[in-house]
């Protein structure tokens, strides 16, 4: 059973060390994952963007599940990329599994990034815009499409001292996963 593994770790400094070691966490639970820099793509060709999106789109339409990193990537939410995948997944019809290494909910997350207040009962941002304030981890729209699609988010108790290397709730979502899917450990 193909798990697309997808999230922001494809950006790391150590992108490939980070997917091998996800790989090799799937494998010992009987899970094959696809990691989308597995994917050969031309960087220096004119449409290298567009090849992987059709390669990681293939991947997707490969897997029956996917497992989403979305722990905070670049200010206070998950990565679009990977958000766009989740849909894509959920929209399919197949599994869908994520994690987040930062347990802190939405709005405080969003403080850390700009100033929050209290307006008319709502939060709202620097801009007057609203902060979404349900006491969840992120979007609810990626929260319960867990909730509905596979199996709801995984958060550490505590936010590890390295995020994008601690792979603890990964492997909690692969568990998940490999139970659901029947596969064998």
Request: glycine share 10%; net charge negative.
């Amino acid at each position: 059973m193909k798990i697309y593994l997808a999230g922001p770790d494809v950006f790391l400094p150590d992108a490939v060390e980070i997917g091998r070691r996800k790989v090799a966490i799937c494998d010992r639970h009987g899970l094959i994952g696809l990691y989308p820099l597995d994917n050969t793509v031309d960087l220096a060709s004119p449409d290298a963007s567009r090849q992987i999106f059709h390669g990681n789109e293939a991947m997707m339409d490969d897997a029956c599940a996917i497992i989403a990193n979305l722990t905070p990537f670049r200010g206070p939410g998950a990565d679009a990329g990977t958000v766009y995948e989740l849909g894509y997944m959920a929209g399919s019809g197949k599994l869908c599994f994520g994690y987040c290494n930062d347990p802190a909910v939405y709005a405080e997350r969003t403080r850390r990034f700009t100033s929050v207040s209290e307006q008319d009962g709502r939060l709202v941002d620097a801009d007057g815009l609203t902060v979404e304030d349900f006491g969840l981890p992120d979007n609810l729209m990626m929260i319960h499409a867990l909730d509905l699609h596979g199996s709801p988010l995984v958060l550490p108790r505590e936010r590890p001292a390295d995020v994008w290397h601690d792979l603890s709730a990964f492997e909690e979502c692969v568990k998940l996963a490999a139970q659901q899917l029947g596969a064998e450990s």
